[in-house]
């Protein structure tokens, strides 16, 4: 497996990272620690996640040098606007433990994200941030902002797994050298992912599991992952993709899985919108 990619600013990112989204605050130290144990430098918060206090103390813990880490969050909605977002891009640097952020995307495209991409671009500028990018951002949306701003984003980050492999984004995306990033690169286990008889055939023949044919087909086309576990042994086996290749037969076999859309959230649908921009008043637990 290819290590890293280049950004559209030269910067080089890990192909592989771990996720740490669903994981409590109160365990995500624990698991980030393990991650980096079993190998992992990148790892993928938000501040929506409320977890990015465990991040910061994992890194801060490990002994690794700052430098060979790589740090990536996310701006949530209401945050969002030039003064919000820039007040909440230094509370993440303090909550994180560091001087800068690897790569700070804004995390949904609802709320002033103009605003908010305005802020990242002076974080950006100054030092703060060393990338910057968009999370959820699709088709008129993600074209309209990266031919409006300087900096164009360097990363997509969009739900991309082999039943939704983004094809037209990925198109959309390379006028820009914009990168894409799956979240929930293994769909979940949605789709029946773990039971697909052509996925089965393929790690079988290589004996591999199908979470690693998916994660080495999708860094095989060039897209970052950032699968979630927190179990130590299912966190090493997603890391290890080197040792076997797939044939063009397979990944052509894997191609005719793409549904041609996303399983789990569609950002054109009102009700998501609603939902979402309520989500911190929900779910925040320094509310409770």
Known sequence: MKKTITLNNGVEMPMMGYGVWQIAPTECERHVSEALEAGYRSIDTAQAYYNEEGVGEAVG?????????????????????????????????????????????????????????????KAYKEGKARAIGLSNFYDARFVDLAENMEVKPAVVQL??????????????????????MAWSPLARGMNNLFGNETLQGIAA????????????????EGIIVIPQSTKPERMASNFDLDGFELSDDEREAIRRLDAGHPLAADFNDPALAKYLLGYD???NPAKD
């Not at 995390?107 to 990242?120: E, I």
């Open 61 to 121: 813990k490990s002994g690794i040098p700052r430098g060979e880490l790589f740090l990536t969050t996310k701006v949530w909605i209401s945050n969002a606007g030039e003064e919000k977002a820039a007040k909440s891009i230094d509370e993440s640097l303090r909550k994180l433990k560091t001087d800068y952020i690897d790569l700070l995307l804004i995390h949904q495209p609802f709320g002033d994200y103009y605003g908010t991409y305005r802020a990242m671009e």
């Open 281 to 283: 008043e929900q779910f």
């Open 159 to 180: 739900e991309t797994h082999v039943f939704s492999q983004q094809v037209r984004m990925r198109g959309l995306m390379e006028e820009y050298g914009t990168r894409l």
């Open 205 to 220: 023949r290589h004996g591999k599991d199908i979470a690693q044919v998916c994660l080495k087909f999708l860094t095989d």
